[in-house]
């Protein structure tokens, strides 16, 4: 066949073989496919991913080029990308927020496993990866988030009595912390906490967003049940630590989404080990693999380990997260492994609908 009798059916054909690996379907079929270029035997053409997290976009282009460069006169493949975020179902009456295509709670049944270690470097690497990421504290009596972002500022009213969130890192972001900054604590009732994160959700001009993700306060309070019951939930992280007495509260929080329907997306187990720098050997000062054994005990995705590294909390001391600083960064590796999969994750959900049936792959 000459190079000019090349057809975009033909080259839609070929990748009509090319499954996406997650939702083992055709690309062609998911609508992955536009802008078939073709040229003197060279074909370009641009896939559409459904996170710009995507963990497997290598392999996605290798099964391209090669069921593509099948085509009799093809002596080229080029593959461009985008990305569009599948956006989460609405349940029931709940109205989602304008623009925001899907929110993301990370929970933890207790306090002091990291779990807003984990929120900030989750949004910020999802952020450096091409999405469009705002980070809400939901933690109302400490909130920890402005530390941790570096960004102590406090945020402006814009046209009808609506908040303009601030910004780091790429991030958009609101906090209590924002608005009563210093050591005044809030001595509030919980329909006070209900008025506060119903204007966080509803009352700050967040724009377009892919993901929204919303730092819970520890336990399974007043917040928690706001948020469920506000908007519709695209998923939850549970963070917990190897240590038995977390795992113990964590049970509990797994529980409580799964009783409100909300999609668990998966467990990660923070502080899992430490690397000796003097042996190399990884040393499991809080034990080891129970945050593992826990997700396979509920059917339910483990997301990854996050090491005891001193950068860590550094970072998040000083208001500089390792994620900031791209996935080559001390300490930041495990951050974005954990935010492929989660990005992954929910969008298996989102166009599939399969819910807790679905298992990825982990890398």
């Given at each position: 066949m000459p190079a000019q009798a090349i057809t975009e059916q033909a080259v839609l054909?070929?990748?009509?073989?090319?499954?996406?690996?997650?939702?083992?379907?055709?690309?062609?079929?998911?609508?992955?496919?536009?802008?078939?270029?073709?040229?003197?035997?060279?074909?370009?053409?641009?896939v559409v991913?459904?996170?710009?997290?995507?963990?497997?976009?290598?392999?996605?282009?290798?099964?391209?080029?090669?069921?593509?460069?099948?085509?009799?006169?093809?002596?080229?493949?080029?593959?461009?990308?985008?990305?569009?975020?599948?956006?989460?179902?609405?349940?029931?009456?709940?109205?989602?927020?304008?623009?925001?295509?899907n929110i993301l709670a990370v929970a933890s049944g207790k306090g002091g496993v990291g779990k807003t270690t984990v929120a900030v470097n989750l949004a910020i690497a999802l952020q450096r990866m091409g999405a469009r990421v705002g980070l809400m504290d939901g933690d109302v009596y400490g909130p920890n988030v402005?530390?941790?972002?570096?960004?102590?500022?406090?945020?402006?009213?814009?046209?009808?009595?609506?908040?303009?969130?601030?910004?780091?890192?790429?991030?958009k972001m609101i906090s209590m912390g924002h608005l009563n900054p210093g050591d005044k604590p809030l001595i509030w009732r919980g329909p006070m906490l209900?008025?506060?994160?119903?204007?966080?959700?509803?009352?700050?001009?967040?724009?377009?967003?892919?993901?929204?993700?919303?730092?819970?306060?520890?336990?399974?309070?007043?917040?928690?049940?706001?948020l469920i019951q506000t908007v519709p939930v695209s998923g939850a992280v549970i963070v917990t630590t190897p240590s038995i007495v977390a795992l113990a509260d964590v049970r509990k929080a797994v529980e409580m989404f799964r009783q409100v329907n909300v999609e668990i997306l998966g467990i990660v187990e923070n502080m899992s080990y430490f690397s000796c720098p003097h042996c190399d050997g990884k040393i499991d000062i809080f034990g080891h693999g129970e945050g593992e054994r826990m997700a396979a005990?509920?059917?339910?995705?483990?997301?990854?380990?996050?090491?005891?590294?001193?950068?860590?909390r550094i970072g998040g001391d000083t208001g500089r997260p390792v994620a900031a600083f791209g996935e080559d960064g001390d300490g930041a590796k495990s951050f974005y492994v954990f935010a492929r999969q989660v990005a992954a994750r929910l969008s298996v959900i989102n166009l599939t609908g399969a819910g807790q049936l679905v298992q990825i792959q982990m890398e």
């Open positions: 054909e070929a990748l009509r073989r090319v499954p996406e690996p997650e939702l083992h379907r055709d690309i062609v079929t998911l609508n992955m496919v536009k802008d078939i270029r073709i040229q003197d035997g060279r074909v370009g053409l641009t991913l459904t996170t710009p997290a995507c963990p497997l976009k290598t392999e996605i282009e290798k099964n391209v080029q090669a069921e593509v460069g099948r085509i009799p006169g093809v002596t080229q493949v080029e593959v461009k990308w985008d990305a569009s975020v599948p956006r989460g179902r609405a349940a029931g009456d709940k109205g989602p927020i304008t623009g925001v295509r402005p530390l941790m972002m570096g960004n102590h500022e406090q945020p402006h009213i814009v046209g009808e009595n609506r908040i303009s969130p601030l910004e780091a890192y790429g991030v209900h008025g506060v994160v119903q204007q966080f959700l509803r009352n700050v001009a967040w724009g377009e967003l892919d993901y929204l993700v919303v730092d819970l306060p520890p336990g399974t309070g007043d917040v928690h049940l706001t005990q509920f059917g339910v995705p483990f997301l990854g380990e996050v090491e005891i590294d001193p950068r860590i």
